[in-house]
């Protein structure tokens, strides 16, 4: 702990110094940086960017199911669209393209702040993400790793004591059927009274709106259901930023926290807040390259939250320049 405190007081000791210099001082970095990404995992992103023109008749609420997103998800990518009205040919990103969360690549593993699931196949290399719904403020989910230990079709649902007592006018159980917020698909988790289920509201997908459950659209769950044997591994974690070399392009995926993702939802401008240790991953993930890192860039993403991958350091940029680069001033810290 001592070390990695002194290995961070050098590093904002440096970005002070750094500021000092000028943008046309010209150095020629290239003879002592190493041009290559500090990753060895090819597949740190899964997915695409692409864009969808609206219909007159679309909420966002429709876009984000036909289109494997979470509601405040596709809100935080548009923010200006209006998600109720958003009108007719109106142009949206589908933020479809993500970084992968750190975290064990087995089983499954959620990630509460993008609000997805990210399921590695155990003989396959194509990784499956879905959007999910998590709990509320005063329900949160466990964080760590457990594992499914039953699954079944058509559940029963004994309403918990806790949650009674909060909503006195629900019945004691919800036997199956269209009535049934589990849907018809539930998988019981080592934590007790923890389920990944389906639902039969399928809007609360993509907003924090159970009581710590993770909710998924029934197709999704149905989908992935048949493909989890009971054991499968469970590894839920709260990262707002993400970040990964993706080829030569060092790249952050960051997202609106718990408490501005309730304020998107609400139609709100999110309160602005840091993202601990921020400038200092970047640095450290970028290696001997930090002098490449485009920290406007980065300002921006964290301060937009938009949840869309940015890069924040190209290294094929450079290297096309060949004859090296100025040195950018880092950011305050």
Same mark, same amino acid.
């Not at 997915?47 to 609420?61: A, E, M, P």
């Not at 609106?256 to 309160?271: M, V």
């Given at each position: 702990?001592?070390?990695?405190?002194?290995?961070?007081?050098?590093?904002?000791?440096?970005?002070?110094?750094?500021?000092?210099?000028?943008?046309?001082?010209?150095?020629?970095?290239?003879?002592?940086?190493?041009?290559?990404?500090?990753?060895?995992?090819?597949?740190?992103?899964?997915?695409?960017?692409?864009?969808?023109?609206?219909?007159?008749?679309?909420?966002?609420?429709?876009?984000?199911?036909?289109?494997?997103?979470?509601?405040?998800?596709?809100?935080?990518?548009?923010?200006?669209?209006?998600?109720?009205?958003?009108?007719?040919?109106?142009?949206?990103?589908?933020?479809?393209?993500?970084?992968?969360?750190?975290?064990?690549?087995?089983?499954?593993?959620?990630?509460?702040?993008?609000?997805?699931?990210?399921?590695?196949?155990?003989?396959?290399?194509?990784?499956?993400?879905?959007?999910?719904?998590?709990?509320?403020?005063?329900?949160?989910?466990?964080?760590?790793?457990?594992?499914?230990?039953?699954?079944?079709?058509?559940?029963?649902?004994?309403?918990?004591?806790?949650?009674?007592?909060?909503?006195?006018?629900?019945?004691?159980?919800?036997?199956?059927?269209?009535?049934?917020?589990?849907?018809?698909?539930?998988?019981?988790?080592?934590?007790?009274?923890?389920?990944?289920?389906?639902?039969?509201?399928?809007?609360?997908?993509?907003?924090?709106?159970?009581?710590?459950?993770?909710?998924?659209?029934?197709?999704?769950?149905?989908?992935?259901?048949?493909?989890?044997?009971?054991?499968?591994?469970?590894?839920?974690?709260?990262?707002?930023?993400?970040?990964?070399?993706?080829?030569?392009?060092?790249?952050?995926?960051?997202?609106?926290? $718990?408490? +501005?993702?309730?304020?998107?939802?609400? %139609?709100?401008?999110? #309160?602005?807040?840091?993202? &601990? !240790?921020? =400038?200092? @991953?970047?640095?450290?993930?970028?290696?001997?390259?930090?002098?490449?890192?485009?920290?406007?860039? $980065?300002? +921006?993403?964290?301060?937009?939250?938009? %949840?869309?991958?940015? #890069?924040?350091?190209?290294? &094929? !940029?450079? =290297?096309? @320049?060949?004859?090296?680069?100025?040195?950018?001033?880092?950011?305050?810290?």
């Amino acid at each position: 702990m001592i070390r990695k405190l002194q290995n961070r007081r050098k590093f904002c000791i440096s970005l002070g110094t750094s500021l000092i210099a000028t943008l046309n001082i010209r150095k020629p970095i290239f003879a002592a940086t190493k041009i290559e990404s500090n990753s060895s995992n090819k597949n740190e992103m899964i997915g695409s960017i692409s864009h969808v023109l609206t219909r007159k008749q679309d909420t966002l609420l429709d876009i984000a199911r036909n289109n494997n997103l979470g509601f405040v998800e596709l809100l935080a990518a548009n923010p200006r669209v209006d998600p109720w009205l958003p009108g007719n040919r109106t142009k949206l990103i589908l933020p479809n393209a993500h970084i992968l969360p750190s975290g064990p690549r087995e089983g499954l593993l959620l990630n509460l702040i993008d609000q997805r699931l990210y399921y590695f196949p155990k003989f396959s290399t194509k990784i499956k993400s879905y959007p999910i719904g998590t709990g509320q403020d005063a329900w949160d989910t466990p964080h760590g790793t457990t594992k499914v230990i039953k699954k079944v079709r058509n559940p029963t649902w004994y309403v918990p004591e806790s949650i009674r007592k909060e909503q006195p006018e629900l019945p004691a159980v919800f036997k199956p059927g269209p009535d049934n917020p589990l849907g018809k698909h539930a998988m019981y988790l080592g934590w007790p009274s923890y389920l990944i289920h389906g639902t039969n509201n399928p809007w609360g997908v993509g907003r924090r709106v159970s009581h710590g459950c993770i909710r998924m659209y029934p197709e999704a769950i149905e989908e992935l259901f048949p493909k989890l044997p009971i054991g499968t591994a469970v590894t839920v974690v709260s990262q707002e930023m993400k970040i990964a070399w993706v080829g030569p392009q060092l790249m952050v995926e960051i997202h609106p926290n $718990l408490t +501005q993702n309730i304020e998107i939802e609400r %139609g709100k401008n999110p #309160t602005p807040a840091p993202i &601990s !240790e921020m =400038s200092y @991953r970047v640095y450290k993930a970028a290696g001997e390259n930090f002098k490449l890192i485009d920290w406007k860039k $980065l300002k +921006q993403a964290a301060r937009e939250r938009s %949840g869309i991958p940015v #890069t924040v350091l190209n290294l &094929s !940029e450079h =290297s096309n @320049r060949g004859e090296g680069s100025e040195d950018k001033p880092a950011p305050r810290l």
